[in-house]
């Protein structure tokens, strides 16, 4: 019983102490402390060193920009999309699609969109030469473009189906069908109707998903290597560099970066806070006003066009990408190659062999660890009648909120200090803060949910907690379990940073390498490596829905369980 009361503490502790202690780690040396390198004493020169390099301000702008307009276009889009298609066969495609997209790595969808958007990619082969007239790709910058329209692009294709899935998730919540009956027999049509009466309810439950993606958005690093501007890069780009240069005393200059990133996105989640109060005020005089329908077929539209565009760019992106990984020559016009094959699997196929198995074994054991340690957390509730509150509910999101150019080079630097080195353990550790969040997020609800009467039947028939455990409630709820170790599964095959930086550098999984070859420009290797890596984390999702139908293939009521 003590070690499993002791559950939610341990869980704590490993979610939130690397966090705390890479803070630690990046604080002291943007301070001038870090005496491996000759910082003994408290000092503003690595904070001065920053100010002096000449890209700041615009490394800044492109932070902020990017990160606060990818945002806006993601909430908009699932707001507009659930306000005009809620409960119609539109919604429900999109739910069908919404596991495969989610299970999409950044870097792929990155990848995938950067083939469709460039001067020699899908979208302008498909044009020309019968629209565009150019027989030649056309001088233009599209990628890494200087105001980061393509990154903004690329980070709201994939963040809106994480905002939909969370919608979804609040709606039941919000009681949208008694709201919108109400707001219809008013006489509100059915886009406005939602707007006013549904998605303020829905917006309370969704606030901390809405700031984890905006602190995401302001502070990625994989997109903004493929899709945004190099020269200079938004700032947490800057700041791995400085941590990746052979040049060590660049490691203050890194870490007064870091800290700069981190205050960015504390203001950023700021305005923000000050933005819903006034749309809030705003909305109460629009709704007051009385204003029955507002341009419903325009919005409607709206939704049901962003949304589609979005899920397109990532399908077809990653299409394109496999086509590339098979395609013989496949010169500019042309639609389609030449002639497919699998001469580019058989030549960079065995180079790709160990990233995988590493990719496996980190994403395994990350996953294992969190779905331990969920599983424990989740029983205790049950036993000990713990209630969360929402006080937890912000502990879970802050892996999500602080963004991982903070935390991580000092995570780095503290590991190094302490002589721990920087080994799978630490690379393992630092996954684990961001895949347990979204086991638990995934796994809490249906486990809540289950009925507590199977357990108090077992109890009567002489079974202990820890039988009912393991032959009722794990057994029944094995769907749900499977879909949230698929989850984070995929979180951790996609983790960028939280490889390279604990792992110095020598930890080499696919995303990794996806990353490294964007810098090239082949994209036959690129297709191989990313249509491994898709195929890698849509696999567990496969094995999470083939699963239970094939175990409880004679019990029809288990099958679908959770």
Known sequence: MRPL????????????????????????????VLPALGGHALSLEPARA???????????????????????????????????????????????????????????????????????????????????????PPDLLILQDPLGIAM????????????????????????????????????????????????????AQIRLPVYAVLAYSMSAVDVAIVLGPSTPPPLSVQVVRWMSDPDLSLRFQAAAGAVLQLGLVLAALGLWRLGELAAARLGRRWAEGGARRLAEPVLRAAGLGLAALAAAAVILGLAGLALWSVAGFWGFPDALPDGIGLRSWARHGPALIAPARETLLLAG??????????????EAEHRFGLAPGSRSLWLLYLPLLVPQVA?????????????????????????????????????????????????TVAAA????????????????????????????????????????????????TLTTEAVALAAGGDRRIIGVTVLVQTVLVAAPFALALAAPRLIYRHRRGMRGAG
């Open 5 to 32: 009361r002791a559950a939610p503490a341990l869980t704590l502790v490993l979610m939130l102490g690397p966090v705390l202690a890479g803070l630690a780690g990046t604080l002291a040396p943007a301070l001038g």
């Open 50 to 136: 920053l100010a002096a390099w000449p890209g700041l301000p615009r490394a800044i702008g492109l932070s902020v920009g990017t990160g606060l307009a990818a945002t806006l276009i993601a909430l908009g889009t699932v707001t507009l999309f659930a306000a005009g298609w809620s409960g119609t066969r539109a919604m429900a495609l999109l739910e069908r699609l919404l596991s495969p997209l989610l299970a999409v790595p950044h870097v792929a969808a990155a990848l995938g969109l950067a083939f469709l958007i460039a001067p020699s990619g899908w979208i302008l082969r498909a044009l020309s030469p019968w629209a565009t007239g150019w027989q030649r």
């Open 152 to 203: 903004i692009a690329g980070l709201a294709a994939k963040e809106i189906p994480f905002l939909l899935l969370m919608t979804l998730a609040a709606l039941p919540q919000a009681s949208p069908a008694r709201r919108l009956t109400i707001a219809r027999a008013l006489g509100y049509g059915r886009t406005t109707g939602w707007l006013k009466a549904v998605f303020p309810a829905v917006y």
């Open 365 to 378: 054991l990350a996953t294992a660890l969190a779905l331990a340690l969920t599983l424990a957390c989740l």
């Open 407 to 455: 935390f991580l080079p000092g995570l780095q630097t503290l590991a190094l200090s302490l002589g721990a080195g920087t080994g799978r353990g630490t690379v393992v550790l630092a996954h684990l803060v961001f895949v347990l969040p979204y086991v638990f997020l995934a796994l809490s609800a249906p486990w809540r949910a289950w009925d507590p009467r199977h357990a």
């Open 461 to 508: 028939l002489g079974a202990g907690p820890g039988r009912i455990f393991r032959m009722v409630r794990l057994p029944m709820l094995l769907a749900p379990v499977l879909t949230a170790a698929a989850v984070g599964f995929a979180v951790s095959v996609g983790q960028y940073l939280p490889t390279l930086l604990p792992g110095g550098g020598r930890i080499r």
